[in-house]
């Protein structure tokens, strides 16, 4: 086992918890491979979706709920893009797709957030409570102030997306199941905080999400806006790494 995974595994050095986050709403769609039903009908919650806020070593107080963003974000300006819209591809859920230069804007507010986003992180398992993981289980690991955490790759494909607030920084935990990109952000952008969902749509085989703010699209693994009023505008990427 290397260093870095046996730090974030047993909490060497810093503190551990694994996050377990329960979302206000959970639509448990599979990532890119879910019906129309998975991605549209809530379930129970799941073990993933379960937990309790602790840490290894020094208690950690639980963080504030972030409230589900109101209202409807802004429409998308498709005038605005550094990428062919053709290129740019829903998952429609019932076997088929449409690009987003052929799709309705009814086509665009039915698949936002399909796939459900955490927009409430509400509650963290101490990592003597993650008995639902194996040790071989990935996680994204991420390093605050306060100390480690770990985001289970089991969560993570079901929601892609977590918003959450760590040691007064906004960071936004974002996975793509389909190509399996991992990547952390600081949601900070010329001194906005921005929330992010879920587009339902592909750009280059991966995750497309979009902001709340101006309605832009993000090329997930490159934290780049690629259409709309931010198109051209970076993320800046946060140190994590994706371990066992």
């Given at each position: 086992?290397?260093l870095v995974s ?5 909490g060497?050095?810093a503190?551990?918890?694994i996050?377990?986050?329960s979302?206000?709403?959970?639509g448990?769609?599979v990532a ?12 129970a919650a799941s073990?993933e979706d379960?937990?309790?806020a602790?840490t290894?070593?020094?208690p950690?107080p639980?963080?504030?709920p972030?409230?589900?963003p109101?209202p409807?974000p ?6 605005i893009?550094?990428v062919?819209?053709d290129e ?6 019932d076997g ?8 309705s ?7 936002r957030?399909a ?11 101490a990592?003597e ?5 194996s040790?071989?289980?990935l996680?994204?690991?991420?390093e605050?102030?306060?100390g480690?955490?770990?985001?289970p790759?089991k969560?993570?494909n079901?929601h892609e997306l977590?918003?959450?607030?760590i040691?007064g920084?906004?960071?936004l935990?974002?996975?793509c199941p389909?190509c399996g990109s ?5 949601r900070r952008l010329d001194?906005?905080t921005?929330?992010f969902?879920?587009?339902?749509a592909?750009y280059?085989?991966?995750l497309?999400?979009f ?9 997930q693994?490159g934290?780049e ?10 993320l800046?990427p946060?140190?994590?790494a994706?371990?066992?």
């Amino acid at each position: 086992m290397d260093l870095v995974s046996d730090r974030y595994r047993t909490g060497r050095g810093a503190r551990l918890a694994i996050v377990a986050i329960s979302a206000a709403v959970v639509g448990v769609a599979v990532a890119c491979g879910s019906s129309s039903d998975a991605a549209q009908q809530p379930s129970a919650a799941s073990p993933e979706d379960a937990g309790a806020a602790a840490t290894v070593g020094v208690p950690r107080p639980a963080l504030t709920p972030q409230p589900t963003p109101t209202p409807e974000p802004p429409t998308v300006d498709l005038a605005i893009h550094s990428v062919p819209l053709d290129e740019v591809i829903f998952d429609t859920f019932d076997g088929g797709a449409v690009r987003l230069s052929e799709a309705s804007q009814a086509t665009i507010r039915r698949l936002r957030d399909a796939i459900r986003p955490v927009y409430e992180p509400v509650q963290y398992q101490a990592v003597e409570g993650g008995d639902w993981l194996s040790d071989r289980d990935l996680v994204i690991g991420y390093e605050s102030d306060s100390g480690s955490f770990a985001y289970p790759i089991k969560f993570l494909n079901s929601h892609e997306l977590v918003n959450d607030t760590i040691d007064g920084v906004p960071v936004l935990v974002s996975y793509c199941p389909l190509c399996g990109s991992g990547v952390v952000y600081d949601r900070r952008l010329d001194g906005v905080t921005h929330v992010f969902g879920n587009t339902s749509a592909l750009y280059e085989n991966d995750l497309v999400m979009f902001d709340h703010s101006s309605g832009s699209y993000w090329f997930q693994v490159g934290g780049e806006a690629i259409v709309g009023a931010l198109t051209g505008s970076k993320l800046r990427p946060l140190s994590s790494a994706t371990i066992p």
